[in-house]
């Protein structure tokens, strides 16, 4: 059989990309099965009430790093640079516009 090519890999070789080693699938499983013997829902909601820090760093884990999505049509970014002293809190600029730019200009 042929070598493959730099960066290909040979065919039947190892597991197919995104698949979750066994040990992965273990572990979650195991942390699952935990989960429902602390309590399950109300164990979070306990530490969500005792232990605030630790549970927002936990259900920040949670969240995909990456978003695969498909959008048609058209993006538009705008980008503000504000040169300058930082404005008083009563000027603070909302995300979408500077005060006085109601139309989004």
Partial sequence: MPRPVKGERTPGSGRAPGTPNKTTRIMRELWLEAFERAGGVDYLVQQATENPSS?????????????????????????????????AESETPSYAMWPGDESGE
Avoid: C, S, Y
């Avoid at 969240?63 to 048609?72: C, D, G, M, Q, T």
């Fill in 55 to 87: 549970f927002m760093q936990g259900l920040l884990r949670q969240i995909p790093n990456e978003v695969a999505a498909k959008a048609e049509g058209v993006l538009e970014v705008r980008h503000r640079i504000h040169i300058g002293p930082k404005p």
